[in-house]
T-cell receptor, first 112, second 116 residues
């Protein structure tokens, strides 16, 4: 089991460029999440998908879109990157009633 | 409103000593879960321990224990016999069950540095 995988691990963008962060899990989990972590702060929820076919906004959704492609995959898209989106992005998954949320290794994104 | 508060930005602890990391939470949901995660300098999020709001006993996992005081809305993490490898950032998080989406709210974290 690979658990939760994320690609890419690192990315540098220029302001205004777009990109998609990929996330996949092989644990057959229903729920998937995207968080961002800024220096010295905890994780903040961007978007989540409680089950395949549904997505909802989290605490900081502005400037992002998501797609729950299937049960395994949940992608995060930045349409027009801004320096304020420089952050580390974590994808996570869990199942209903789980006492743990499983995290991917993170993507470090820099927007110049 | 802040759901999870971790008031200690950073702490130093001597190797082999115990350390307590504070966490207070705010919720009106009678059913919730509290989590602690460790984030070493390598950046990954490592799950440590979980406490459910209806659990009668404090959770323990090896050297980690959770001091759960429901009336005070407090869920402090105790690390016993600290090791150099415990140096990391520690996050407290809460899941409110009523929302039925199992998303987590995180505190700002506490950095622990273990001294030899």
């Amino acid at each position: 089991n690979a658990g939760v995988t994320q690609t890419p691990k690192f990315q540098v963008l220029k302001t205004g460029q777009s990109m998609t962060l990929q996330c996949a899990q092989d644990m057959n989990h229903n729920s998937m999440y995207w968080y961002r972590q800024d220096p010295g702060m905890g994780l903040r929820l961007i978007y989540y998908s409680a089950s395949e076919g549904t997505t909802d906004k989290g605490e900081v959704p502005n400037g992002y879109n998501v797609s729950r492609l299937n049960k395994r995959e949940f992608s995060l898209r930045l349409e027009s990157a801004a320096p304020s989106q420089t952050s580390v992005y974590f994808c996570a998954s869990s199942d209903w009633g789980d006492n743990e949320q499983f995290f991917g290794p993170g993507t470090r994104l820099t927007v110049l | 409103a802040q759901k999870i508060t971790q008031t200690q930005p950073g702490m130093f602890v001597q190797e082999k000593e115990a350390v307590t990391l504070d966490c207070t939470y705010d919720t009106s949901d009678p059913s919730y879960g509290l989590f602690w995660y460790k984030q070493p300098s390598s950046g990954e999020m490592i799950f440590l321990i979980y406490q459910g709001s209806y659990d009668q006993q404090n959770a323990t996992e090896g050297r980690y224990s959770l001091n759960f005081q429901k009336a005070r809305k407090s869920a402090n993490l105790v690390i016993s016999a600290s090791q150099l490898g415990d140096s990391a950032m520690y996050f407290c998080a809460m899941r409110e069950v009523r929302s039925n989406d199992y998303k987590l709210s995180f505190g700002a974290g506490t950095t622990v540095t273990v001294r030899a």
